[in-house]
Each structure stands twice: as structure tokens, then as C-alpha cells.
């Protein structure tokens, strides 16, 4: 695997559930970040870990809560989600957080839908 | 407040000449990058400009005016694998990134 891989791609679930969305990155990342895509709207950034230490929390509900047990490897465990988080979930890293050229790289994202 | 502005949507012909425009208000000022998104795939580097003016890179390129809040991405040569959105994003004082809603742009044969 190459670059920066997210799991699953569709994700279906109900407001009671709890899921979690896994991103791996293979290219030597210190810094990994979670982003909230919806139609029409800029990404939204919702948490940046920069050498596993979570930097920002840009004022997210607590029924997301991250999860960065080492520089590869991020998660973004959900629960009691509503409606309106229904979106496309990006995951990215970086060479680190912080600089001004530090190019971003992507994961394909998980579509999900909470019914 | 922080702000980034592009086109919602643009329309060109193949082997045509477009530009993109986007205009910016950030808390400080840390490079300026574009972004393209095909249809539900990631999002891929195309351009940083940090200094003002023109960088070029094959069928791409994109200007920087720092004074004005300005940037364009121009694009050459337009083939139908460009129709994607492009998105405009600025890195604040924070080294945050900062959203353009990005500029969808059909490419008429």
C-alpha cells in the first residue's frame, strides 16, 4: 500500500450505533489530520495530530472523538451521530504541522450516511 | 472572520484557456495552495505559491497577488480529464489551512 489509505469506503448507520473510521498513512507523516466534506461547503478541519499529540480541536461534538496511537495510524470512533453528519470523511498527513510548504496529502475518504 | 472566495462552478471548452479566481481574508499569511478533486476521489496537490507572482508547472500554473488577497489557477490546454473542482485553501498564521468551497469546472467537447 502506498500513500494514504482510509477504511471503510461507505459506511450505513443509525443514530445509536458506534463505528470508527480507520486512515493509515505510508509515507513517513508525523503530522495527520480529519476533515468533513459536505456539498458545497470548504473542508471542514475537525482534528490535527502533529507527533501523536492532538494539536486542534476545532470545536467538535463529542460523539466524535479521535484516536492517534502512533504517527501511521488515525481513528475517528463515532457515536450517538445525527442526521447531519451525514458527509464525506477525509483523512491527510504531513511532513509535520507546522511550516509553511507542507503539502497535504489525502485518503480517498469514507462516505457516510447516518440514517 | 476568515474567508475564502471562489466560483461556484465554471464552464470551458477543450483546448481552451480557463482561469480560476480566488480572493482571500485571513488572520496572517503562510502560502496559498490549489487543489483538484475529481468526482469522489481525494483531493491531489496541483500548486503552492507562498511569494508574488506566476509559477508554472506544464498545463497549470497559478499567480499570487499578497497585497490584493488574489490568486488565480490558469489552466491550459483544457482537456476533458480537468473537469474536476479545484479547490483555493490558505495557510493562516496558525498554519492552519484555511477552505475555499472549491470551484466545480465543466469541460465541454
Known amino acids: 500500500e502506498t500513500g494514504v489509505t482510509q477504511t471503510p469506503r461507505h459506511l450505513v448507520m443509525g443514530m445509536t450505533n458506534k463505528k470508527s473510521l480507520k486512515c493509515e498513512q505510508h509515507?513517513?507523516?508525523?503530522?495527520m489530520y480529519w476533515y468533513k466534506q459536505s456539498a458545497k461547503k470548504p473542508l471542514e478541519l475537525m482534528f490535527v495530530?502533529?507527533?501523536?499529540?492532538?494539536?486542534e480541536n476545532n470545536s467538535v461534538p463529542s460523539r466524535f472523538s479521535p484516536e492517534c496511537p502512533n504517527s501511521s495510524h488515525l481513528f475517528l470512533h463515532l457515536h450517538t451521530l445525527q442526521p447531519e453528519d451525514s458527509a464525506l470523511y477525509l483523512c491527510?498527513?504531513?511532513?509535520?504541522?507546522?511550516?509553511?510548504?507542507?503539502?497535504?496529502?489525502f485518503g480517498p475518504g469514507t462516505r457516510l450516511t447516518v440514517l | 472572520g476568515q474567508n475564502i472566495d471562489q466560483p461556484t462552478e465554471m464552464t470551458a471548452t477543450e483546448g481552451a484557456i480557463v482561469q480560476i479566481n480566488c480572493t482571500y481574508q485571513?488572520?496572517?499569511?503562510?502560502?496559498l495552495f490549489w487543489y483538484q478533486q475529481h468526482a469522489g476521489e481525494a483531493p491531489t496537490f496541483l500548486s503552492y505559491?507562498?511569494l508574488d507572482g506566476l509559477e508554472e508547472k506544464g498545463r497549470f500554473s497559478s499567480f499570487l497577488s499578497r497585497s490584493k488577497g488574489y490568486s488565480y489557477l490558469l489552466l491550459k490546454e483544457l482537456q476533458m480529464k480537468d473537469s474536476a473542482s479545484y479547490l483555493c485553501?490558505?495557510?493562516?498564521?496558525?498554519?492552519?489551512?484555511?477552505w475555499g468551497a472549491g470551484t466545480k469546472l465543466i469541460i465541454k467537447p
Open positions: 485553501a490558505v495557510k493562516d498564521s496558525n498554519y492552519q489551512l484555511i
Open positions: 505559491n507562498v
Open positions: 491527510a498527513s504531513s511532513q509535520d504541522a507546522s511550516g509553511g510548504y507542507n503539502e497535504q496529502f
Open positions: 485571513t488572520s496572517g499569511f503562510n502560502g
Open positions: 495530530y502533529n507527533f501523536k499529540e492532538q494539536t
Open positions: 509515507l513517513g507523516h508525523n503530522a
